[in-house]
């Protein structure tokens, strides 16, 4: 029995598409439901948004790997190349992005970063903003917000972290509390 929760976004879609499905089409809301129950527990509790789902599934449309062509909205299909002799073939493993485990290897020793920093939470949750890869104290006992980029445009990133800064200044910081960040 192959472990589902091991398998990348991609391969999880593929997977579904190919073996659990008749004519390998499926609506948009199966596919984001099958791949956030096989997730693990983390992704299940709301780590992959449906949207970040949808915006994947349109990636691999782009990609050549699916295909909305003659179906109704919303609905997707394996492109002809994925559905010829491959319905049975092994599924890759899931693989571990380069972003998430320097967030891993950060939050277990922050002093890397700068000298006495001290991790507060990893992936902290706003709930308005976003989830901040690394929530730190440095030695004045000031916060700082850490993230990680693999591959993304600087200004986005610097609009992220600015936008982190702000709703940790008004959430969190009490009086001459500074709030600072980088990646």
């Known amino acids: 029995m192959m472990d589902l929760e091991k398998m990348r976004v991609r391969d999880l879609i593929v997977y579904y598409l190919r073996n ?19 997730q693990p ?3 299940k509790k709301g780590y992959r948004t449906p949207t970040g789902i949808t915006s994947y599934l349109n990636k ?14 919303g609905y997707y299909t394996l492109a002809e190349e994925f559905d010829e002799g491959e319905v049975d073939a092994e599924v890759p493993q899931y693989s ?7 967030i891993n290897y950060l939050a ?8 006495g ?6 992936e902290y949750d706003t709930k308005n903003v976003g989830r901040i890869d690394l929530l730190c104290i440095d030695r004045n006992r000031d916060f700082v917000v850490v993230e990680t980029k693999k591959g993304k445009e600087s200004d986005k ?11 940790i200044n008004r959430n969190l910081a009490k009086n001459g509390e500074n709030v600072r960040g980088g990646l």
């Not at 920093?117 to 990893?122: A, D, F, S, T, V």
């Open 117 to 122: 920093l001290e991790l507060k939470e990893k």
């Open 96 to 102: 571990v992005s380069l972003e998430k485990d320097l």
């Open 20 to 38: 659990e499905k008749k004519e390998h089409t499926a609506h948009r809301d199966g596919i984001i439901e099958f791949v956030r129950n096989n």
């Open 41 to 43: 527990e983390h992704i």
């Open 157 to 167: 990133v610097v609009g992220q972290i600015q936008r982190y800064m702000g709703w």
């Open 60 to 73: 691999l449309k782009k990609e050549g790997v699916l295909s909305t062509e003659g179906l109704e909205k």
């Open 108 to 115: 277990s020793d922050p002093s890397q970063i700068e000298k």
